[in-house]
């Protein structure tokens, strides 16, 4: 279990292709991953409604992105282990999350996102972050 900074989270985000992908700038990244799992990297979720869990710092759903053995009907659409989202290390969480963006809904797929991040002004997510040194 990792509990990432914030700043460590943007730099992290930024080194793996985050800012700007798919038109989302860095601070709808980081915002997204605290509100969605207050930056744990362990974090998991149930969902009762559709029997579905959520997954990792970017709360990954089985239902639709993961395969967790346990979700009815899952799509896998990431061809991933939910446990693999888990990891401190979250390059399938990021490379899961690029794949969940390319699809029409983007950024809305994120619950945590469409609630506290769309149409705000982001700039407190990184600043006093020195994410210039570490390209």
Known sequence: MK???RCELAGTMKKM?????????????VCTAFFESSFYTDRTNFNRGDNSTDYGILQINSRWWCNDDKTPRSHNACNINCRDLLSDDITQSVIC????VRDPQGMEAW????????GRDLSQWIKDCKLDILL
């Open 3 to 5: 509990l990432f900074e």
């Open 17 to 29: 292709g985050l800012d700007g992908y798919r038109g989302y700038s860095l601070p709808n990244w």
């Open 97 to 100: 999350a690029k794949r969940v």
């Open 111 to 118: 619950v945590g996102w469409r609630n506290h991040c769309k």
